[in-house]
């Protein structure tokens, strides 16, 4: 097990278009696995590889106690209807703000094994899902965040 550093709000990665993964070698492996440790060491619901300092088109993302993904290259395959909810993000800490996000969406991806999997998500999952992918692209969603607040630090 080993944890990785957070890169925060600020850092030129968390901007950058993240590169595509084009072999899934042992590095790429170790990363999946160092991700998983990091985000849930941080209680997070999901995490991107630029998080971590790594520009690659990975993301994991945990929206429940049940569900664990690991995507490598996701795309959007459809995107549909809306949902408000509150977000945070790793990235941006000490901070929540509400985003506008598609309610259902479809994606493919690559899992660990480099085999190619479709898969829907919807309600809070698409959010999660849509975040992270957010991510792989230098987004970040208090660029969205229509009333980004200051969680109090104590
Ligand atoms: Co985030």
Not at 50 to 59: E, N
């Amino acid at each position: 097990m080993a944890l990785r550093n957070i890169f925060v709000e600020g850092e030129d990665i968390l901007r950058k278009k993240a590169r595509e993964v084009k072999e899934i070698t042992p590095r790429i492996l170790t990363l999946l696995d160092d991700m998983k440790d990091t985000m849930e060491a941080e209680q997070g619901v999901g995490i991107a590889a630029p998080q971590v300092g790594v520009s690659k088109r990975i993301c994991l993302v945990a929206p429940d106690e049940d569900t664990f993904i690991e995507m490598i290259n996701p795309v959007f395959l459809e995107k549909d209807g809306k949902q408000v909810s509150m977000e945070g993000c790793l990235s941006v800490p000490n901070k929540v703000g509400e985003v506008e996000r598609p309610e259902r969406v479809k994606v493919k991806y690559m899992d660990r094994d480099g085999k190619e999997i479709v898969r829907e998500f919807v309600e809070f999952e698409a959010v999660v899902v849509c975040h992270e992918m957010d991510h792989l692209e230098g987004v970040l969603y208090s660029d969205k965040a229509t009333n980004l607040q200051s969680l109090d630090e104590e």
